[in-house]
């Protein structure tokens, strides 16, 4: 994961690229009519049922509670695809290959953490650092009058104690 909020993740046969941008964000909220915290809450709900199992009755419960939409999947992966870099035609015969042929419940955990990513960014890395620099610490940062090859200026004069005399013509 990356502070930009892409992910690799295996799919199908090989790792591929992930991104949800507020571009891709907002086609899946049009085509679900949820906005992304939304979409991350349904997913999430439906990847705590299937840990649970759906034999047990605290998964049977969470399962009945989760108002998971298949679109929620769909789109959060297909769209993610496509901000990845994968060209639309492309990413919509795998989507079509994985999701739509397949179980449901196979993708899910895969497109929560694509909408994790596109919520929350790196979670790995601290705040303040940015492309793998380290901000610079207090102790290392210099004066501008330090690092220049201008003489120091001068302190400051103080203002005199006379004022100009007003002209009496």
Known sequence: ????????????????????????????????????YEICGRLGAAVRAAVQGLTSLEGLLLAANCKLQVDDVRQVLYQGLVGGGMPPNDAGKLVGQLVDQRPISEQVGTAYQVAIAGLAGAGDEPPGESGGEAAPDESSRTSPTESSASPA?????????????????
């Open 1 to 36: 994961m990356s502070r930009d909020a892409s992910i690799e993740l295996p799919f199908g046969l090989e790792a591929r690229a992930f991104r949800l941008g507020i571009g891709e964000w907002r086609r899946i909220q049009e085509a679900t009519d949820a906005g992304p």
């Open 153 to 169: 200026s001068t302190a400051t004069a103080r203002p005199s104690a006379s004022r100009r005399r007003k002209s009496t013509k």
